[in-house]
């Protein structure tokens, strides 16, 4: 129904200003209080956007762009659909204001009240329908602290999951801050703009790093002042000592300005009228977020963002063609043959876990201490499973109930989920012996006891099957309430009294064919064909003629219709009191509802974990603070899904016990299994921390603090800028920060330049990585010279190998068999051709490269190898020209003098790309 109030009256605003009308005036208001935002401003049985906002969805969503008056463009989407085009919008990062009509048009003087109800944006959201199930929707506020150019210049981030109230804050160089982004799986983030609200550059960097959008909020609300006020007003404290925090936290500007922006965007105000009052009241804004919590980065390891990438840890770089999920996370979430998470938030906490995995050797082996305990005994991990199979997604069902946005449906589950605890409790003390997840039950225990009655009372008033919303009534049972009853009693009696009143007006006046009826428009009525119309008694008022009947009213049969009609009002008034009752009474107990919430998830994880580990005969990783590595028989965690009993295990040893050198080199053809064998120790030693056990056949795994990783070429995803420079930018990340404790995985550097600047960086990135303090690290490779380091650097590098078969020996035209297993020493060839031939390169070039191949080996042989050889021994350039001779014409080169100069450990990345330009330069121009 079009709202008629709304139409522009030319005559009554004394102009002709399209712009000036009531309700345009009113849209105006809303859009200018809330800048960024697409309005959609609510108009009978449409949101309509006007001006840009229209331009804009038509874009966006492909509606019609039309025009409201002349000059005015206008497009609108049905409300009844408002939720699939939210969505949309949202996915595409838009904010959007949704403005409803908070009163009845039928009583509006003048133009109808509006006020904007909801404000949603990509990090901010609360409705199940925009929210992906296994997945955290995080919002971020970024500060910089102090001045960006300085050395160690540091930032501080917030991050709210809206959705539960998960808040924490902490800080991390500047440099560090695209990998935090990243990896928190942060949507949106919160900036200071500046004086003339523009996106100030750094933040524009940051970004467009991350891919995400930005939200600019006025600078004041990130001084530390104001933002100190907002954080103890919205926690009711004059201090943060109570919750662990210095009041001088680095992190509060950011945590005051993310407070303020959702007190803004998702204050009560907002909450839709279906709500009552008192719900709207009962609630102080925003009482399930978490007091901010403070963490540091020695709790976690840190994978860097191109190695969530490269390890494929959350998707896979290409999708799979079945559609299926290959990667690590998804590994533990594809339901299956018993596996995967049985509750949502277990899904959000597994991919948690695997981002973030534990740095501190006694939390990783509380963990494992709880999965080893389901894996030795099976019934208890069946009865875990059964125990929490159905609890719902209750931590969400709490920041519903906070924000006022609960439904009926939420409110059964979270009963029927509560319900559950004495069961979920059974299941983990069925082992008598000790229990690893003693704590756990000790806090699911406490919150059983605090929410134990609220379970009861749901589970007591309302119906198993509850409607989705309020409007028609029906989620409390009868005897629950005597108002209720009543009213519902009146309702139901309604059919018979009504066949009883027919039965008694036919037979007192003898009309056989009088019938009692209702209609919506007119309300009940009696009935009587044309022909005896004129027996109507005299207590018939007539209200209705038909062609073949008239229709009556009696004051009884009036009087009986009011009582039903306001039976059926005052019973959905009722139904909604209650419900708000029940819900402003969860409401209390919204932390002890988040604690559940936490201890499920957790036991759900862990439980998940085991069963992935029953499943495959995974085993627990042995966890030593020594910085070693010891793998036997280790697999990689989703190829030997795919591939099962076709996937070769292999060993691996690195660093401190048996005194293994730190640093492999790891050779042998394409194809071979290089990048599978350095991909599955990184994820063995990320499953390991994450607490979960590892493929492996015994696996002693030192703790680690990051995972470095710089894998293969994926230039696409860094626009504007070459695969060389992203290989360098990257590798140089790893030489400035890795420590004695990381994993470092490299694999083929140094391969977008000429061959002779990539062996040469390879070599020097080596040595480099060979010095103190010296990660462990596995670094792949095709630059067979490099082997040589085992022999330079005794103890420090090894050489390993991936073997493979060729068939017949020796022969010419031999066929190679990849053999995927790796062993020590090196690879005697590379075997590029042979790998080139099984590729379908035509006959005639393979043998045209294999005899360029021979001549070549024969210059090549024992020579360049031994020039790099003396210089890394001398730690000097080359004195003789005749020496690398593989390319003997670029000989002597001044960019290998001028690389010995570089001094890697002192530059930062951008004076190494600098550095790295200058010598590409000194290439490029002698070659040219
Ligand atoms: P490289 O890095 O040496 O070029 P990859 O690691 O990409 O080789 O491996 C090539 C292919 O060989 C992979 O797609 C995989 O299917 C198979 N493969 C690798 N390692 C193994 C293994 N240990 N067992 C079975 N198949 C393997």
Partial sequence: MPDVKDKPAASSTGG??????????????????HPGCILLFRMGDFYETFDEDAVAIHKALGVTLTERTSGIPMAGVPYHAIDGYLRRLIEQGFRVAVCDQVQDPKEARGVVDRAVTRVLSPGALVDESLLADDEANVLGA???????????????LALVELSTGAFSILDCPVESLVDELVRRGVREALYAETADGEMPPRIKRVLDGAGIPGAGRPAWHFRRDEAFEAVT???????????GLRDDDPSIPAAGAIIRFLRETQSPDGIPESHSQAARTALRPLAHLSPPKRETGADFLVIDAPGMRALEIERTVRGSATGEDFSLVGLFLRAGAGGGCRTSMGKRLVREWLRRPLAQRAAIEARHACVGMLVGDRRMLEAVGDAIDGVQDVARIGGRLALGRATPRDLSALG???ARTERILDALRINAGENAFGAI???????????????????????????????????????VDDELDEARTLQRDASAWLASYQRTLSEQHNLPNLKVGFNKVFGYFIELPRAQAQRAPDAFRRTQTLTNAERYTTPELKTFEEKVTTASDRAIAREQALFDALCARAGANLREIAAFAETVAEIDALRCFAAHAARRAWTRPQMTDEPALDIEQGRHPVLESILADGFVPND????????????????????AGKSTFIRQTALLVILAHAGSFVPAHRATIGVADRVFTRVGADDALHAGQSTFMVEMTETANILHHRTGRSIVVLDEIGRGTSTLDGLALAWAIGEFLASDPQPRTLFATHYHELTQLEELLP??????????????????????????????????????????????????VVARARELLDSLAVSHEGRDAQALKESSSRKKKPDDAGQLALFREFLPHPAVEELSR?????????EAFDALRKLRGMVDGAGG
Wanted: aromatic letters at 6%.
């Fill in 652 to 671: 691996l040893k690195l660093g401190a016990n048996g005194g293994a050198a730190p640093l492999a080199l790891i050779t042998g053809p394409n194809m």
């Fill in 902 to 910: 570089v001094e890697i450990e002192r530059m930062t990345p951008l």
């Fill in 233 to 243: 007003r919205q926690y009711g404290v004059a201090s943060l000592a109570g919750f």
């Fill in 795 to 844: 103890g420090r590098v090894q050489n390993l190998h991936v073997a493979v078969r060729e068939w017949p020996p020796g022969d010419a035209h031999a066929q190679i068999v990849f053999l995927h297993r790796i062993l020590a020493g090196r690879t005697d060839r590379s075997y590029g051709v042979q790998v080139a031939r099984l590729a379908g390169l035509p006959r005639e």
């Fill in 441 to 479: 039950v000790e806090r699911l225990d406490a919150a059983r006891t605090a929410l134990q009655p609220l379970a009861d009372d749901i589970g007591a008033s309302c119906v198993d099957d509850p409607p989705s919303h309020l409007r028609e009534g029906g989620l409390f049972r009868d005897g």
């Fill in 142 to 156: 970024i500060a910089f602290l102090g001045v960006e150019s300085e050395p160690g210049a540091r930032a501080a």
């Fill in 416 to 418: 029927r989920s509560l």
């Fill in 16 to 33: 002709n200003d399209p712009r000036a009308t009531p309700a345009m005036r009113q849209f105006y208001r809303f859009k200018k209080e």
